[in-house]
T-cell receptor
């Protein structure tokens, strides 16, 4: 079955540590996205990528980094510079950005800083 | 900049009844796309319905329909014959054709009362 997988489902981090969230898709989609979800704030865009080896900052990129070395993979690193990283993180993909095609979402990763 | 507003943080509906969720948006573009996404307690986001701004006809998907008022920049979602499985967070989203990001509203939490 085609879809988006995110791992791990739950992640605990100590302050000062970097952690990497995995996102893999086998939908052959060009574009991939990372969102952060906090209660009452909807989804906020962290980073997005239209093609391999290219990505752009979203609205809240500070303290995060990404890479896009393969079409199917778009990992997100939460660095120690991110002051309040506890949140639910969603990865999404779409066929092309400049069309009406919707985004498909992964199941999410819940990150908690201890 | 484009914005999406959902003025109802929480709503409830009796099973089998009809409920309407409100969404307004702000844009200077004439062509764009609008979406309603559902996020159930599992937190897996799925597309409910989409609307192309150049189409005057309101989109319909089974029990879900929209009331798209372009001049008023309003995009409400009507759920008919509400079912227990409709209980979820609903997000309204905007995507411009010349804009490579999707803007999400803050969401409306819908409860279905048996």
């Amino acid at each position: 079955d085609g879809g988006i997988t995110q791992s791990p489902k739950y992640l605990f981090r100590k302050e000062g540590q970097n952690v990497t969230l995995s996102c893999e898709q086998n939908l052959n989609h060009d574009a991939m996205y990372w969102y952060r979800q906090d209660p009452g704030q909807g989804l906020r865009l962290i980073y997005y990528s239209q093609i391999v080896n290219d990505f752009q900052k979203g609205d809240i990129a500070e303290g995060y980094s990404v890479s896009r070395e393969k079409k199917e993979s778009f990992p997100l690193t939460v660095t120690s510079a991110q002051k309040n990283p506890t949140a639910f993180y969603l990865c999404a993909s779409s066929i092309r950005q400049y069309s009406y095609n919707e985004q498909f979402f992964g199941p999410g990763t819940r990150l908690t800083v201890l | 900049a484009q914005t999406v507003t959902q003025s109802q943080p929480e709503m409830s509906v009796q099973e089998a009844e009809t409920v309407t969720l409100s969404c307004t948006y702000d844009t200077s573009e004439s062509d764009y796309y609008l979406f309603w996404y559902k996020q159930p307690p599992s937190r897996q986001m799925i597309l409910v319905i989409r609307q192309e701004a150049y189409k005057q006809q309101n989109a319909t998907e089974n029990r879900f329909s929209v009331n798209f008022q372009k001049a008023a920049k309003s995009f409400s979602l009507k759920i008919s014959d509400s079912q227990l499985g409709d209980a979820a967070m609903y997000f309204c989203a905007y995507k411009g054709t010349s804009y490579d990001k999707v803007i999400f509203g803050p969401g409306t939490s819908l409860s279905v009362i048996p």
